[in-house]
């Protein structure tokens, strides 16, 4: 079984992000678990080295810029799986989201949050249903979820990514990106929890616009994988 290390993004998440490491060490007892800790300034950071993660320390602004670095600390024999700071995702979850790939079914697989995403706040679900609307329109695609931050990773795939993201829009580009390179990309359904501790980072208007602007920038402009 290929070995699996699990990336975390994180910007001041001290509320979460010791109960997310200890439900992913329940879940992967196996798997190494690495934060990308991008600059918080709550002691994030600590805290997740107290919990027994490996800390990264990510100066550049962003999420995008994290979850590139955490990518990068991957070794070459190593599936990686995304997953936020905040405890919106159930670690109970993983092992749905590594199966294709241990299979071989899969290069990447994205772990939807449709239609089992109830307890997504309203707007950021009519927000997220639009653009994905949109993004199905553009490249013809069938997924239901481009946005997720739970996503698993084989080694090929993370290979063959040139991820230039700095943003939120990174999981768009990496979507698109592997549809347009041709690899393999499955979904899995995935249930969200609602925060309950701590600020979103996300802005809906100004993030929402954003990916916008990125996907007909890919979609007219800029073609396959970089």
Not at 127 to 140: D, Q, S, W, Y
Not at 203 to 216: H, M
């Amino acid at each position: 079984m290929i070995p699996v290390l699990v990336v975390i993004p994180c910007r001041d998440e001290a509320g979460d992000i010791v109960s997310v490491i200890r439900g992913f060490r329940a879940a992967l007892p196996r798997a190494r678990i690495l934060v990308a800790d991008n600059a918080s300034t709550d002691g994030s950071g600590e805290l997740a080295a107290g919990a027994g993660a490996e800390v990264l320390a990510v100066s550049d602004g962003g999420k995008g810029c994290a979850v590139r670095a955490g990518l990068a600390a991957a070794r070459e024999f190593e599936i990686v799986l995304l997953a936020d700071g905040d405890g919106a995702f159930d670690p109970e979850d993983a092992p749905r989201i590594l199966a294709p790939i241990e299979a071989k079914e899969a290069d990447i697989v994205i772990g939807s949050r449709f239609p089992f995403g109830e307890d997504i706040p309203f707007p950021r679900r009519i927000a997220n249903g639009a653009i994905n609307a949109l993004v199905r329109r553009l490249f013809g695609t069938a997924q239901t979820d481009l946005l997720s931050g739970f996503r698993a990773l084989s080694p090929a795939a993370r290979r063959s990514l040139a991820l230039e993201a700095c943003g939120f829009e990174i999981e768009m580009e990496m979507s698109l990106a592997a549809l347009c390179g041709g690899l393999r990309v499955v979904e899995a359904p995935v249930a969200v929890r609602r925060r309950t501790r701590g600020t979103s980072k996300v802005r809906l208007w100004r993030d929402g616009l954003r990916l916008v602007r990125f996907a007909f920038a890919r979609r007219f402009f800029r073609k396959g994988i970089e």
